[in-house]
């Protein structure tokens, strides 16, 4: 079966914490991060190996 695909609306702590915890479960995936911030947007998008969208 493939993975679930999670998108994160958001890059602050409560979304942070969010795709940490889903990115630890083996059946899901971040597939996408939509922020606005400049700094946490780009970097969360970048530790989960994710799609950044700032719209």
């Given at each position: 079966m493939?993975?679930?695909?999670i998108?994160?609306?958001?890059?602050?702590?409560i979304?942070?914490?969010?795709?940490?915890?889903?990115?630890?479960?083996?059946?899901?995936?971040?597939?996408?991060?939509?922020?606005?911030?400049?700094?946490?947007?780009?970097?969360?998008?970048?530790?989960?190996?994710?799609?950044?969208?700032?719209?």
């Amino acid at each position: 079966m493939s993975a679930l695909r999670i998108g994160i609306i958001g890059s602050g702590g409560i979304a942070t914490r969010r795709a940490h915890s889903f990115a630890a479960l083996p059946e899901c995936r971040i597939a996408a991060i939509a922020a606005r911030n400049p700094e946490t947007g780009p970097a969360l998008a970048e530790a989960h190996g994710s799609d950044l969208t700032t719209d």
